[in-house]
């Protein structure tokens, strides 16, 4: 048989069945996967088909048993962890880039907007003019990139080109307990290990202590080990705390140790009039990393690195020469889009196949704006100060952290109903199952805390005040129980 058996194009007819199925998907009228997982876990767990069913068929079991038993993550009362559903202009863009654009390079208008994209994202979020960024798949990588450059930064400073050579000395890396752990794995991949994080003091809210810091790399320079990074949060994972970016910065720059700042999550923040004196001092950052995929509404797998200088990258992260490549690309200015790959992105970081990202968040921007983006963050954040007012107000609630972004810590209390953080586990619990408002929970200071964090473009200012309705109508019915049985067991005892 000449013609491949995969269909190639068809692509109207298909994308109006599945764009369909996805509508309605997205008014969550159908009940949760786990409703139907024996259904669909038969329907689907089939042997590995010798003869193909073809393309109509696939089309018709991804719209009738696959899209309905999906995820809740974009349900706009998913507030769990900091993740979200795409927007309708990231998913088009992501699949504009998928058939056009299958990879980054070349002189395409995909390639174009990669690097204009990583330029909006500085400016908009009021990065150093200098800075330049690459993509990668999120945060994890973004991380690992930026870390990769300080690693090679303090090695260079020695003599010594750790990504040609490796690295024989012990390295540390300061952050705090509140850093995301994916620090600690960047720290492992390049060698580095999980244990050269230093784990600094913070305040109750999870900021790093400066004078701990400062205390730490004083004592440090007695010690032979390469002093790689401070990391900073521009926005914790756990409560959206903003570390003191002056003052950590001002210190970093004393010891001459790269500064690197986490906004994967808290980034754009800085968009909120209300918030923004608290990144006073990112203009101090060697590297900054923000996660598209988070609060821009991008479909997942979409992370940016910036640094100072993207040499440094290239040091860091070339594979060195190919002879795979060798002649096939023009030094002459380009009479083809295949003449030249173009900015070599896949010489700045860890992957060299990989997706025109660049068109998702270009999309994003181009359909909102700032103006746009700017009144979402504003919102968000606005809404966990919105529960904060209400456990102010309520004698059954009780604020665990104050709100910083869009994230609100806070519990469900009651007297003489037993342990508390196994009532709001419980509450926690029940919300999860009625399945309108899904935050997720935390620990802060050994307290559980339902912890809504407010950043998908379909949750609308509604939801807070209807997860806190449903937190007191949860709590008031399981605290009957829960005092019962802290009767019961007084009783005994
Ligand atoms: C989410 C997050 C990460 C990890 O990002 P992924 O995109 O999930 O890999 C890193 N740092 C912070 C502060 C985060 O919130």
Not at 26 to 32: P, V, Y
Not at 54 to 72: A, H, R, T
Not at 168 to 173: D, H, L, S, V
Request: aromatic fraction near 6%.
């Amino acid at each position: 048989m000449n013609k491949d058996q995969a269909e190639c194009n068809q692509l109207t007819p298909l994308l109006q069945k599945i764009g369909s199925s996805l509508d309605r998907y997205l008014r969550f009228e159908h009940a949760d996967a786990v409703v139907n997982a024996e259904q669909w876990r038969t329907e689907l767990g089939r042997t590995l088909p010798a003869a193909g069913v073809g393309i109509d068929e696939v089309v018709s079991e991804l719209c009738d048993i696959v899209i309905p038993n999906g995820s809740q993550i974009p349900n706009p009362g998913s507030t769990s962890f900091i993740t979200t559903g795409a927007t309708s202009a990231g998913v088009i863009a992501n699949l504009a880039a998928m058939v056009a654009s299958p990879q980054r390079i070349g002189v395409t208008a995909f390639n174009f907007l990669e690097e204009l994209s990583l330029r909006w994202l500085a400016e908009l979020f009021q990065l150093p003019a200098n800075m330049k960024g690459v993509y990668s798949s999120g945060g994890s990588v973004a991380n690992l990139v930026a870390l990769g450059a300080a690693r090679q930064w303090a090695f260079e400073r020695i003599g010594i080109d750790p990504a040609r050579d490796g690295i024989a000395k012990p390295c540390r890396i300061y952050g705090t307990q509140a850093c995301h752990h994916t620090i600690n794995r960047a720290a492992a991949v390049l060698g580095m290990g999980r244990e050269s994080v230093v784990n600094i003091a913070s305040d109750h809210m999870g900021c790093m202590s400066p004078e701990t810091l400062h205390a730490q790399l004083t004592a440090d320079l007695e010690n032979d080990d390469i002093a790689v990074a401070v990391v900073a949060n521009a926005g914790t994972t756990g409560t959206g705390a903003i570390d003191s970016l002056r003052e950590l910065g001002d210190i970093a720059r004393e010891f001459a140790v790269w500064f690197h700042v986490d906004g994967a999550y808290g980034l754009p923040g800085i968009l909120d009039p209300q918030v923004r004196h608290l990144y006073d001092g990112l203009e101090l950052a060697d590297s900054v990393i923000v996660d598209p995929h988070k609060w821009l509404g991008a479909p997942v797998g979409i992370g940016a690195t910036f640094v100072r200088d993207r040499n440094i990258l290239h040091r860091a992260f070339t594979q060195g020469t190919a002879d795979y490549l060798e002649g096939s690309l023009s030094d002459t200015d380009a009479r083809h889009s295949m003449d030249q790959l173009g900015i070599p992105y896949y010489d700045f970081g860890v992957e060299l196949s990989a997706p025109s990202r660049g068109a998702v968040v270009w999309a994003l921007l181009r359909e909102i704006g700032a103006d746009g983006l700017t009144a979402r963050i504003c919102r968000h954040n606005a809404m966990a100060r919105r529960i904060a007012e209400r456990c102010r107000e309520h004698p059954n609630l009780e604020i665990l952290q104050e709100p910083i972004l869009s994230i609100c810590c806070f519990r469900y209390v009651c007297d003489n109903c037993g342990d508390l953080n196994e009532l709001n586990r419980r509450i926690h619990r029940a919300l999860i199952h009625n399945n309108h408002n899904m935050p997720s929970t935390t620990l802060v200071n050994g307290q559980l805390a339902i912890r809504p964090c407010f950043v998908g473009a379909r949750t609308t200012w509604e939801y807070a005040d209807a997860l806190v309705d449903e937190v007191l109508e949860m709590g008031q019915k399981l605290a009957v129980g829960a005092r019962t049985a802290a009767a019961a067991a007084a009783k005994t005892a």
